[in-house]
């Protein structure tokens, strides 16, 4: 059947082994005198390839627990009420959630709940002339008292690549408990934040959240939560959340139980 | 390129219904992760696909599981993209050093925008034929459109995918 012409789905059938066994010559003798459908399936299988090489290794990672058919059948209050406990599961509660649950889909995230407290912190605070901080920066115990409530080794970001100085910090009630709130501001005034608490999920990528005139950036790390928070001018405000996760990454303290290293002063 | 085999059809489920679902999450869970781009997002994909299929048991009337699984998964993503439409305010930043995009190669990085420029259902086709191996009937039946579409998505999706790496970003298709 050499005679029959070769359609287009033929070559991707022939690309993706679809093809019947007797039209498998046939397209290879139609590839061979036209170059440019030849150049097709090159290139169609060139990029099965590259995201074969992507992606094909994530099946061979080990399958996390959470994946554990038992534990996904759990009673499904109970899966709820660990969800709950979860930054994690809130944000699965933001989007997969509500389908599998029938949750109204107007239901704030856990994820933006986190980055609203964050926020409201933010808007309270950066309006006050006085009282903006409880401890100020040049105060050796603002770090080792926040670290000690919020239950991790904390940084303050530098931001002075953004002529962002740090003014201080205070302690918030957060989300899963303590939180710190640290302050900075621009020679103009301006005022952007840096919120840490804890969060119960490992690691997410970075968020982008604009409400109204000012905006966050959440990501997690080694189960502490961030958000910057600033004016909602996107593209600054990310690269101010990158420098800062970007610094707190390069200077993440070893997790350990046994608050290693952690500083025993403080009030 | 390697058999087809070795990225598609697991064994038929010998050990029933709970352990062919169970054998399907590595599979379930990539290509969740190229679908979506964004692991958390894809293990919560993943793990709610698996809440739905064990409850509805019932409704699955033998078949292809994996077939089966990936249908519920493409219709929860589906169900989230819209969710997500009504809602734009909370997106995930889309740059190179956002931290969970895996691969610090270039090559990996290029097909990953690139797939992440496709319509939804162009990427969708074209994962589950190259990535999960599934025949174009299957992916018909996960899409639940005629076996034609599918061949046209896998087309311009392979297009597009050409252009965008050729540089040319709103996919300009040559007339043949």
């Known amino acids: 059947m050499m005679d029959l012409p070769v359609t287009a789905d033929e070559l991707h059938a022939y690309v993706d082994g679809a093809l019947p066994a007797d039209r498998r010559a ?11 459908d030849a150049a097709h399936v090159a290139e169609w299988r060139a990029q099965a390839d590259s995201i074969r090489a992507h992606y094909g290794a994530i099946a061979s990672e080990p399958v996390p627990e959470r994946f554990d058919l038992d534990r ?5 209050r109970n899966w709820r009420a660990i ?34 407290e964050a926020l409201n912190a933010h808007r309270l605070y950066i309006t006050e002339v006085r009282h903006p901080i409880e401890v100020g920066a040049g105060e050796d115990h603002l770090l080792p008292w926040l670290s000690r409530r919020v239950g991790a ?6 931001l002075e690549a953004y002529s962002l100085k740090l003014l201080g910090g205070r302690l918030l009630p957060g989300p899963n408990g303590p939180a710190a709130l640290f302050m900075y501001e621009t020679p103009a005034g ?18 982008y959240n604009a409400a109204g005139d000012a905006a966050a950036v959440l990501w997690v790390e080694s189960e502490m939560g961030y958000v910057v928070s600033g004016p909602a ?12 996760y970007r610094e707190m990454e390069s200077r993440l303290p070893r997790r350990s139980t046994e608050n290693h290293g952690m500083p025993r002063r403080g009030s | 390129m390697p058999p087809r085999e070795a990225w598609g059809r697991t064994e038929q489920h010998v050990g029933g219904f709970r352990q062919g679902v169970a054998a399907s999450v590595p599979a379930l869970r990539r290509y969740a992760r190229a679908l979506t781009r964004d692991a958390e997002l894809a293990d919560d994909l993943v793990q709610d696909t698996l809440v739905r299929a064990l ?12 077939s089966w699984l990936y249908t519920i998964l493409t219709n929860l993503n589906r169900n989230r993209l819209r969710a997500l439409a009504r809602r734009p305010a909370m997106a995930a930043i889309d740059d190179n050093d956002a931290p969970d995009l895996a691969g610090p190669e270039a090559g990996g990085r290029d097909i990953e925008r690139a797939l ?8 969708s086709v074209l994962l589950l034929v190259v990535l999960e191996g599934l025949s174009y009937r299957e992916v018909a039946e996960v899409q639940g459109v005629p076996i034609g579409t599918v061949m046209s998505r896998l087309a311009r999706a392979r297009m597009q995918i050409k252009d965008f790496l050729d540089g040319k970003r709103p996919a300009l298709r040559r007339v043949k």
């Open chain 1, 26 to 36: 046939a397209v290879e003798a139609w590839l061979a005198v036209h170059p440019t």
């Open chain 1, 72 to 76: 996904v059948t759990r009673p499904r």
């Open chain 1, 83 to 116: 969800a709950a406990a979860t930054l994690a599961a809130a944000v699965i509660g933001a989007v997969t959630g509500w389908i599998a649950h029938g949750v109204s889909a107007a239901a704030p995230s856990g994820f933006e709940q986190f980055s609203a």
């Open chain 1, 153 to 158: 080794s904390l940084r303050a970001p530098n």
């Open chain 1, 190 to 207: 301006e005022r952007y934040t840096f919120y840490c608490s804890r969060a119960n999920t490992p690691r997410t990528a970075l968020r």
């Open chain 1, 233 to 244: 001018e996107r593209d600054r405000l990310i690269d101010i959340a990158q420098s800062a």
């Open chain 2, 55 to 66: 409850r509805s048991e019932h409704l699955f009337h033998g078949g292809e599981l994996r």
């Open chain 2, 116 to 123: 992440a420029a496709l319509a939804d259902d162009q990427r």
